[in-house]
């Protein structure tokens, strides 16, 4: 087990990725916080297949673009397994919706700044005060960053831009204390996220421009995650890894 006795806070880690990756952490040992927006439903779901694969999580519902709510996410991880915090994955985040600049308003602006930055700029620093050496912080971008987004997707494409940039500026700060910062820049991964925000044509003219040739997997992003969180990561730090099946950049 890479992660035994580490502990290890998901915002977002209720659905979707964040599950896979919740339940990827818990079975390679560590205590899993998995936080959740508004669906309890799903929350306990996942809860249940990390026991019945024989690992600990505790759920905590809150909003992470919300101070408050950030403060007792943390507060419930110290008091279930103490005041060290080993890892921490920034999930939470999203595109909300599709606009065009001219249909863009102040609160579309702040809406998407809020949910896919500052929920990670909330948590990173909640975070840090619980960290050590050897604590790891992954990040979660999207290859929206790297390519401006599809149609109508520029203020999320230029909030995810954000998230890598502020990863390389947390590994700096971090990195004389022993604290590894980086991010995971998906493509187009098979998640509810890409049944609700892009077409089947568009999903498959894309899948088929990778070298690869598909879509990616839930657990694939997992597995990149919890080899961030472990020590075989140990000099990688500041990085944003792209995990889009080959999918090149200009």
């Known amino acids: 087990m890479k992660l035994k006795g580490k502990v290890a806070v998901v915002t977002g880690g209720a659905r979707d990725l964040g599950r896979e990756i919740s339940l990827k952490l818990a079975k390679e040992g560590a205590k899993v916080v998995v936080n959740y927006y508004d669906n309890e439903e799903d929350a306990l779901e996942t809860k249940k297949f990390i026991t019945e694969a024989g ?23 110290k008091k279930s397994y103490g005041e060290k915090l080993d890892i921490l994955v920034n999930v939470v985040g999203g595109l909300v919706g599709r606009k065009k600049i001219t249909e863009q308003d102040e609160s579309w602006y702040d809406f998407l700044m809020n949910v896919n930055m500052k929920s990670c700029w909330l948590c990173t620093r909640q975070a840090v005060p619980m960290m050590g050496k050897g604590a790891s912080i992954i990040n979660f971008s999207s290859q929206a960053a790297r390519d401006g987004g599809g149609p109508g997707a520029s203020m999320y494409a230029t909030s995810k831009g954000a998230v890598m940039t502020f990863t390389r500026s947390m590994a700096k700060e971090l990195g004389p204390d022993g604290i590894r910062v980086n991010a995971v820049a998906p493509g187009m991964i098979a998640t509810s996220f890409h049944d609700r925000f892009s077409s089947p044509e568009g999903r498959k003219n894309v899948a088929a421009g990778t070298p690869l040739r598909r879509e990616g997997i839930g657990y694939e992003v997992a597995d990149l995650v919890v080899y961030l969180a472990s020590e075989e990561s140990s000099f990688i730090t500041g990085t944003n890894i792209d995990i889009n099946g080959g999918t090149y950049y200009s």
């Open 55 to 77: 690992g600990q999580c505790i759920v905590v519902q809150g909003d992470m673009t919300k101070s408050a709510d950030v403060e007792r996410l943390f507060n419930e991880c």
